[in-house]
Structure formats: C-alpha cells, structure tokens
C-alpha cells in the first residue's frame, strides 16, 4: 500500500511514516514508477512503535526492540521448520519399516510354498 492509505489506515501523518522509514523502522519498497509500497504489516508495525513511544522508549530504543522481536520471530519459525522435518523424517522412517514388513511376509511365503 502507499504511504497515503498506510497513514489513513493506522492514524499517523505521512511525515512520520516517512521518518520511521528514514530510521529504519518499517520495510518498504519501490514501485516501478517510484512510489514507496509498504506491507500490510506495516500498520501492526506502526500500532507497536506507537505503544514502546508511549511507554517513553526512544525512536533508537525502540528499533532494537524490533529488530530483537523480528530475530526471534525468524528463530521460532526456523525451530518449527525444524520440528516438521525432523516429524516428516520420522514418519518416512516408520513407513519405510511398514513396507519392509510387509514385504517379507511375502517372501517368506513364497519360500515356504517351494
């Protein structure tokens, strides 16, 4: 979305969205015809920085929050990934015992038969 419809939707003016650009504080991008496009996000992101200013946290205080909660967002994620290989890898394990299983009742039937 562009700056003007993110400042609509989470009430803050464009010149803040602007410097919380300039310091880093929200992910943007650039159009083709050069507008800045910002995430959906960015409103939850906005609502965030509002409430640690609130709190009387500095613009520099608060960008490392962000920058910590974003960190541990990406480990948490990747320890899920994680947890759902090492599943999915158990799983295929446990088929793989099934059919061998499976397979040698076959053969020893039809050894028994000879």
Do not use: H, W
Not at 3 to 23: C, P
Not at 46 to 69: A, V
Not at 78 to 86: G, I, P, Q, R
């Amino acid at each position: 979305m562009k700056i003007g419809e993110l400042a609509k939707r989470s009430g803050v003016s464009t010149r803040t969205i602007d410097y919380y650009t300039n310091f880093g504080l929200l992910d943007v991008q650039r159009s083709e015809s050069n507008y800045r496009l910002y995430p959906l996000s960015a409103i939850q992101t906005i609502e965030r920085i509002q409430l640690l200013k609130k709190q009387r946290l500095t613009i520099s205080e608060i960008k490392e929050i962000l920058n910590r909660e974003e960190t541990i967002n990406s480990e948490v994620l990747a320890e899920s990934v994680f947890k759902e290989f090492e599943s999915l890898q158990q799983k295929n394990r446990e088929v793989g015992r099934t059919v061998g299983r499976s397979a040698n009742p076959c053969e020893a039937s039809n050894q028994q038969g000879a």
